[in-house]
């Protein structure tokens, strides 16, 4: 049976900003690769023409651990460098993560967010990127000034060399404990603190011309369920200054294996912040399976899309971040799995239903209301004559559809188990919708 969906212009929600990825931590390799290996893995993720065109990178300004050897890292890779040698600024080190950065601006990454995990070890309590104890935080009132110079002075340096640096996110998952055992770069920080390290930040950023139009963002809890309003409350209940350079909410969507209950969380939340905090626009900055063991085919590429549609539609987010582009481990997160010796890598399907996403909704788009989809999720989008819809289909059961709403010629593009984005021209009256699908339609009056 034929299902109508409808897109209802009338009812506009929120204006997206962009969808977008974290270099964490394998700009560190691959940006060592010989340039056409490195040209090649680039292209797929950054590239319009020939690849998912995404435009926000997220680059990790990292500690000094990798300079300093301190701390546990299980994972070498994981260590991040510091520009700070402690007498000067060293605008040599990261070379292989800034030459990635570099080149997936040149490919037409247009947003680039400059994002810590840790203050540099110098700054810190225990002289080190990780927490000496459980839930004790390591970085000093007394060098919460120094940590915010350090950082500026560096967005500075990036912004003067043509980096794009449009927001600075000083701190990553708050509440966890990030001692030695978390295996990263880390800090701890109670919501009081939080609300002290933005309020500096703001009041140094407001001394430099240069940074007149990079913004803050933040708090980036690592699980909305747990002190999130806290975190909230702490940079939105903040200075004026804070105020001026926070125009929105990031936080992470990781998710516990009760997919409702997570689900109930994000209904609660919007609501929480469409009475407090209204004009306020959120943003889902990290997601990616909190699972072990690698899945390249279209079981992890349909939760990836779920998870998407429900942020999207649920919390109204106006950009959403996969949380790293490439992976090397045994592990169920990256778009691309790497072969580091051989300068090789592996595309999982995951790559290709984010760009069902990533290459047809750029900023600007405006996300509307759809509707008679039934059991499959669908979001719309337009700008000017152009009108992207988002069809996933969850089930093992081909749908056929037609469209009330748009008109125009259109072409859809499929990602399921045998096609990567294919094309295909569509007769609006009756597109079909294979199972376990992502489906962009694009139409153009």
């Known amino acids: 049976m034929k299902q109508t969906i409808y897109i209802d212009p009338k009812q506009p929600l929120q ?16 940006g060592a690769w010989s340039p ?17 065109g995404i435009g926000t990178y997220r680059y990790n300004l990292g500690g000094g651990s990798a300079e300093s050897g301190k701390g546990t890292f299980p994972n070498a890779c994981r260590r991040a460098s510091s520009f700070d040698d402690g007498n000067a600024y060293d605008w040599s080190r990261d070379a292989a993560a800034v030459r990635v950065l570099r080149e997936a601006v040149e490919l037409g990454a247009d947003d680039v967010v400059f994002f810590v995990n840790s203050p540099p070890e110098q700054f810190t309590a225990s002289g080190a990127t990780q927490c000496a104890k459980a839930f004790r935080e390591n970085l000093p009132k007394k060098n919460h000034r120094k940590f915010a110079q350090y950082v500026l002075d560096v967005t500075e340096h ?33 919501p009081s ?42 940079v939105l209940k903040n200075t004026p200054a804070v105020a001026k350079r926070l125009d929105g909410v990031d936080t992470h969507s990781y998710r516990v294996a009760v997919p409702w209950f997570f689900k109930s969380a994000k209904r609660a939340y919007r609501k929480w912040m469409d009475k407090k905090y209204p004009t306020v626009k959120l943003r889902t900055s990290e997601w990616t399976h909190m699972e072990g063991g690698r899945d390249l085919g279209m079981d992890s590429a349909l939760e990836q899309a779920k998870i998407m549609f429900e942020d999207l539609e649920l919390l109204r987010a106006v950009s959403w971040q996969h949380w790293v582009a490439v992976s090397d481990v045994n592990y169920n997160d990256g778009l691309i799995y790497i072969d580091p010796p051989a300068e090789t890598y592996k595309v999982t399907k995951r790559l290709y239903a984010f760009g069902n996403f990533s290459k047809f909704v750029k900023a600007g788009f405006v996300c509307v209301k759809t509707g008679g989809g039934g059991n499959l999720q669908t979001l719309a989008f337009q700008k000017d004559n152009q009108t992207v819809l988002i069809v996933i289909n969850q ?16 072409k859809q593009y499929i990602t399921d188990a045998v096609r990567d984005l294919a094309e295909e021209s569509v007769n609006l009256n009756t597109i079909t919708i294979p199972p376990r699908s992502v489906n962009t339609v694009v139409f153009s009056s």
């Open 15 to 30: 204006t997206m900003e962009g969808f977008g990825v974290s270099g964490a931590w394998w700009a560190r390799i691959v």
């Open 36 to 52: 056409q290996n490195r040209a090649a893995l680039l292209k797929l993720l950054f590239s319009q023409e020939d690849g998912m």
């Open 158 to 190: 990036f912004l003067a060399d043509g980096i794009p640096v449009r927001t600075i996110s000083p701190v990553n998952e708050p509440f966890w404990i990030w001692t030695a055992g978390n295996g990263q770069e880390g800090c701890h920080y109670r």
């Open 193 to 234: 603190s939080v609300r002290a390290v933005f309020s500096v930040f703001a009041e140094e950023m407001d001394k430099r011309p240069a940074l007149r139009d990079v913004m803050l963002s933040g708090a980036e809890n690592g699980d909305l369920r747990f002190f999130n309003r806290a975190y909230t409350n702490a």
């Open 395 to 410: 089930t093992r059961a081909a749908k056929t559809i037609d469209i009330a709403g748009v008109n125009g010629a259109a």
